[in-house]
């Protein structure tokens, strides 16, 4: 899927490749399960009307939650999620 948006010059955003890395680093047994809970918080985004800007959401959930003091970009995003010092804050281990 990911090689075809590319071939077709779609940069993909930060919450394609926060879903890509999820699904990555996930066991057969662990899929449904994240795929559950993905497709959920995708709902509660639409009903609480920021369905159309995600990343909005994600970029405020991420700045109150472990970057209070730093405004962080959305095109950034992703780029903190696996910066290695990040990692130990969200407690991120691929």
């Given at each position: 899927m990911f090689e075809t948006i590319n071939e077709r010059g779609v940069g993909l955003n930060?919450?394609?490749?926060?879903?890509?890395?999820?699904?990555?680093?996930?066991?057969?047994?662990?899929?449904?399960?994240?795929?559950?809970?993905?497709?959920e918080m995708q709902e509660n985004i639409n009903k609480s009307g920021e369905g159309d800007k995600p990343l909005r959401f994600l970029r405020y959930f991420l700045i109150a939650r472990f970057r209070s003091r730093k405004i962080m970009r959305e095109d950034e995003i992703y780029k903190w999620i696996i910066e290695d010092d990040t990692k130990k804050i969200i407690k991120y281990s691929p």
């Amino acid at each position: 899927m990911f090689e075809t948006i590319n071939e077709r010059g779609v940069g993909l955003n930060a919450m394609d490749l926060l879903k890509n890395l999820l699904f990555i680093h996930t066991t057969k047994n662990d899929f449904d399960e994240i795929k559950q809970v993905w497709k959920e918080m995708q709902e509660n985004i639409n009903k609480s009307g920021e369905g159309d800007k995600p990343l909005r959401f994600l970029r405020y959930f991420l700045i109150a939650r472990f970057r209070s003091r730093k405004i962080m970009r959305e095109d950034e995003i992703y780029k903190w999620i696996i910066e290695d010092d990040t990692k130990k804050i969200i407690k991120y281990s691929p």
